[in-house]
Structures are given as C-alpha cells and as structure tokens.
C-alpha cells in the first residue's frame, strides 16, 4: 500500500485548469459514490480492500469499496490533511490539521483507537507509515520539520509516543510542512518534497534506525525541478518521480537527473513500477521508463486532484473533480492497453454492387501478428446485424474487405476487435446511404368539395414495391381540436388498391402513407378534400306565401319586420354572413351584407326592418365564408335565397 502526498497549491491548479471532459473506462460508480468537497488525502488498504479519502473541509474520512461506492465515514478529523495505512492494514492514520493530532483509527470500523496531539499550530499536513511509525511533516513557509509517532509506546508508561524536530538536514533544512512518500519494497525510507520561495528542496531519508539519517539530499534554486508539487519513491530503483514526470537518482547523497516521462503533473507508483500519471485532463499509466503510455483514462469534467494505485495494482481510485467537489472513481484493467480503431466506408454505394471498406487497428502497445477483427453488417434486411467473414489486419495495422449491400437505406459497418492479453476490446462503425427505389402512390379526390357529412372513399394505389405491400391512411380534419387520425392500414388488393371513407364534416388532408422496405423507398401523398357546412334559414311572422311570376315568396304587411332565424354547423366562434338584396327595374341590388354570431345551438335569429311602404321586393340568404365567418374548417358554403315581399 503506498502513501500519497499531494499540495493543496497542485490540486487547485489543476482544478482551475482543466478543460471539459467526461470519465471513460472506469469502472461503475454507484449513486452512493464516495464524493469530498476538499480533498484531504487519499489510501487504499489491500487487506479490507477499502478506499480511504479525507473531506479537510468537512473534517471527515470516508471509507469506500473498490467500485469506489461509499460504505462508512467518520467525523470529527478537524482539517484532516493526509491519510496513511499501518503495514498490516488494521489501522488508519489521519494528520488532523486543525486540531493539530494524528488521529488513529480502527480502518475495518473507522472507530478513533487513539489521538496524539502534536505540540505546534502548524501542522501536522502530510503524513507516512514506514519502519512501524507514522511520520508527519509539519511548519510553516519559514521553517518545516519532520515528526514521528510511535504507537507501539504504551500510553501509561509516561513517554510521549510523538517525537518533533528529526529532519536530519538542520540546516538548510525544508521550508515547510514537506510532501511524504514511502514504497512497500524499501520499508525505512521516506521521500521528502517541497517547494520554499526562492528554492526547491527534496531528501531521501532512512528513518528505519533509532535516528533518521539523511540518505540523500538536494536543495537548489529550480535547477533540477521546475519546483516541487508531487513526490514518489521509484520501487526497485534509487530515484524518485518528481511532479509526475522528472526521474532524479540519488547515490552518494546528491540527486542527479535520470531521465523523464511525457509532461505530468503528478503521480502515484505502483508496487510492480507502473506509473500512473496526471497529466492535464488525462490520466496516463507507463511502465518503468516508457515514453510511450500503456492505457490512458479521460477523468472528468474538472480535472483529477489526487489518486491512488490498489495495492495489487489492480485499479487506480482517482479523485476526480465535480462542480460541487470531487468524487472517488475507480479506474480499472490499467495494464490493458486501449487500441484506436477507424472504419472507412463510402458514404454512398448503389444497392447490389460492390463497395469496399477500409481501415486501420493501432496501439501504443504493439499488437499481436495477425489479429482478426469481426465484420457485421446491419440494414433492413438485417436489422439485428449479420455477420460478415472476419478480416485479418496487416502488418502495418491497415485491413480491407469488400461488400455488396442487398438492401437500401441506412446500411452500418461495425468493425469489432475482442482484444487479447494485452489489449481491450474496441470496437468502430460508419454508415453507408444506398438509395432505393421511388415507389408509385397515388391517392384520388385531391380538392373534390362534399356537402356537409358526406361519406367519402377515398382509394391509395401503390405500384410496384420488393416486399412491402402494407399501405396506411390517415385523416386530418382541419382544425387543432381534431387529431390526425388512421382509418385503415393494410395490404393492398392484387390491383395495388386499398380504400378508406371518410365522414366529410371539414376540410379534410386525407394522407396515404407507404413505409418502404428493404429496397423500395416510403412515400407519403396527401389529398385535401373539402365540405361544406350544413346551412338553412326559417321565416316567420309572415302571413301567407304566394308565387311572384314562377318565384315563391313570403307576404308581410308593410309594418311587420321579418324574422329570420339561420341554423348553421356549430364551431367555437362562428359567424354567419346575412346578404340582403332589392329588386328594381328588373334586377336585384345589394342593400347589406353583415355578419352575426352562430349560437352553440347552431341557431343566429336575425329581425329585418319593415320598410313601411308596400310593393317592395327583397331577398336574403345566410353565408358560411371561410376565413370571414371566424375559421377555416370547412369550404365557402351558401345558403339558398329566401324571397320576401311587404303589401299593403
């Protein structure tokens, strides 16, 4: 299990940097995932298989499973600042900044098993386990130190289990409270890091005796780091990892640069030696000295603030950032390199001829000789994906294969590759348009007038078509109140007819629609058919009816006014148009014209003014006019004339 020591300046810069993106190739994170608003540390313990990450802001610890989801916490760890695992993994250490304690905890239970209070207001910050002690870091930009708690000193013998002041570089010694690192495979040796303001300082330190003993050490003006935000013990090799990137040895206690890694920010060791590294918005993971990276993760939105290796490396937990904090994800198969795959289709192929696909499979990671990728080809035809003979890649990663689509339409490529040893599964896909054929549909009737509630068939013909035989119609009345609805679907007969009626109260769009099928293209084609309203208009209040020439009329005396009531189809804010004419000298006049509300029992009663004289003539009429009477749900209707004629 190693120790990971991050600077709070780091984690931010890091925050603030990092451009848009979203976690891909990590594991599953429960609704339940462990998330901090302030990152305070981060551990893993391989004998509980738990994640530890500390909240400084809150002043808790959360214990995490593998998948990353939360399962307990602790409160009560005032500015917990970093966390560290005893060898055996039975206790959790936690440098409680704001209380100024190491506090330890049962890590099956995270239970407080005991506190030790350090005796200075500025630390402790990082913390350690090595050598069977925890070691702390902790001071100001001034001057820092290095402290040490022993917990196998028994509380009741009257010695203090927490020893201050044992940096052994006194001076110039480390300007701050330093970063910590310790490495499984050199138990007794601690890495110490820090950036002070004019310089950069960093040592190796065997603290596996009674005293600490400097192994090797390097303070210098940003000669050999470009300062110092992440340090790493280096498994199996004297060096450390500085900031995710720089290698320096150390030998005969000086630090000497050793090679580097792609540009990083930070790092964690794992105990076989991969490295994984923050970089940017990315997380990276090498093995020992490659220059190029093994498996590569895109973190998230904000950017990693810290991480961590699994102690069987595993999986790595990152900390990744969120828009209200950071949240515990668990990245895994970090040794299985990700291979870049591409398909290269036409865009548009003839049905029934033969079109070519290329591409290429690549890895950072040479692949194994001869691989073969999986060909499905999915269409109409196959809407589930049929399975095409499997293509070998070449040597240089390029592979071709050759197709003739048997369908129309959208026709997709996916190219799959099943992995192996060292790689994952990776998959890639691209879309061919291969018209079809244009079918005949037609449909009659288009812009036929019917009287109100006609019943009306009309008849959709489809030509000819490859299997699809099944025609849709539709009917939309006019009007938002009525819905489009389908009045029949089904095949049509051996003439290619199909017929539905129509209950012809509106104007009506009549639609037939064709969806196509492997080879032959949907059609939809419309029809509009209108109706008139039903109109009629009753006179009273005369006295008789009698025949003017070959004209029948209604007699009123000279002082009766009409009355004129129009019954006409009902909608939501109709108006009849009344039309008024006189005869004289053998022709008919237009004396008004004016419009009158329909009631909702489709009556308007409308009173004409007696003219007081005798021997005139007059006649009305009552008008639905589209659009003028206050919709437009049905065609232009006229109602027949009604002839009156005021006597004595």
Do not use: C
Request: net charge neutral.
């Amino acid at each position: 299990m190693r120790t990971r020591s991050i600077s709070t300046a780091t984690a931010l810069a890091v925050l603030f940097s990092s451009a848009v993106l979203s976690v891909t190739a990590a594991g599953s994170a429960s609704a339940a995932s462990a998330a901090v608003a302030s990152p305070g540390g981060i551990v893993a313990d391989g004998a509980l298989k738990r994640v530890f990450v500390g909240d400084r802001s809150a002043g808790k610890i959360l214990a995490a499973d593998y998948t990353g989801a939360l399962v307990d916490s602790v409160s009560g760890i005032s500015g917990v600042s970093g966390l560290a695992v005893s060898d055996d993994g039975a206790t959790l250490y936690a440098a409680a900044e704001g209380s100024h304690e190491i506090v330890a905890l049962d890590a099956a239970t995270l239970d407080v098993k005991a506190r030790y209070a350090v005796a200075t207001d500025t630390g402790p910050r990082h913390v350690a386990f090595t050598g069977g002690k925890v070691w702390f870091t902790y001071g100001d930009q001034w001057d820092g130190d290095l402290g040490s708690v022993d917990p196998a000193v028994d509380p009741a013998s009257g010695t203090d289990a927490v020893t201050l002041g044992q940096f052994p570089q006194p001076y110039p010694g480390i300007w701050g409270p330093a970063l910590l690192d310790t490495d499984p495979s050199a138990p007794g040796l601690l890495a110490v890091g820090q950036t002070g303001i004019s310089t950069d300082s960093m040592a190796v330190v065997d603290v596996s005796g009674t005293t600490p003993q400097l192994t090797a050490w390097y303070s210098g003006d940003y000669t050999l780091n470009q300062g110092i935000g992440d340090i790493d013990l280096v498994p199996g090799a004297p060096e450390v990892l500085v900031n995710g990137m720089q290698r320096d040895a150390y030998a005969d206690g000086k630090f000497t640069a050793a090679g580097a890694y792609p540009s990083g920010q930070r790092a964690d060791i794992a105990a076989d030696g991969l490295v994984a590294q923050v970089g940017g918005t990315k997380v990276a993971v090498y093995r020992p000295g490659a220059t190029q990276p093994l498996r590569t993760y895109t973190t998230g939105t904000y950017g990693t603030a810290d991480l961590t290796w699994a102690p069987d490396s595993s999986r790595i937990f990152a900390l990744v950032g969120t828009s209200g904090g950071y949240t515990l994800k668990a990245l895994t198969d970090p040794t299985l390199n990700v291979p870049s795959l591409t398909v290269n289709a036409p865009s548009t192929a003839t049905r029934g001829k033969q079109l070519t696909v290329t591409g290429k499979l690549s890895a950072t990671v040479p692949l194994p000789s001869g691989a073969k990728l999986q060909v499905t080809r999915t269409d109409l035809e196959s809407p589930s994906g049929k399975a095409l003979p499997a293509v070998a890649v070449k040597a240089d990663g390029s592979y071709t294969f050759t197709d003739t689509p048997p369908a129309g339409g959208t026709v997709t490529y996916k190219v799959a590759y099943a992995g192996d040893a060292g790689h994952t599964a990776v998959s890639a896909s691209d879309k061919v348009s291969v018209p079809r054929t244009k079918p005949t549909l037609t449909l009659n009737k288009n812009g036929n007038v019917y009287n109100y509630g006609a019943d009306v068939s009309f008849t959709a013909h489809l030509g000819s078509t490859y299997k699809n035989r099944t025609v849709e119609i539709w009917a939309n009345p006019f009007g938002s109140d009525k819905p489009n609805k389908l009045l029949k679907t089904g095949t049509v007969n051996s003439s290619g007819n199909i017929s539905a009626t129509v209950d012809m109260t509106r104007d009506t769009d009549v639609t037939a629609v064709f969806k196509g099928d492997a080879r032959t293209a949907p059609r939809t084609v419309k029809s509009t058919a209108y109706a008139r309203v039903k109109v009629s208009t009753a006179v009273s209040k005369h006295y008789k009816t009698a025949k003017i020439g070959s004209t029948s009329y209604y007699w009123f005396h000279k002082s009766t006014d009409p009355l004129l009531t129009t019954t006409m189809t009902y909608y939501k804010g109709r108006k009849q148009r009344f039309d008024l004419q006189v005869y004289s000298g053998g022709k008919w006049y237009s004396a008004d014209s004016e419009y009158f509300p329909i009631g909702t029992n489709g009556k308007s009663v409308v009173s004409l003014e007696a003219p007081g004289q005798s021997g005139i003539r007059a006649r009305m009429r009552s008008v639905y006019v589209n659009g003028s009477s206050g919709d437009t749900v049905n065609t232009t209707t006229y109602g027949s004339w009604k002839y009156l004629y005021f006597s004595k």
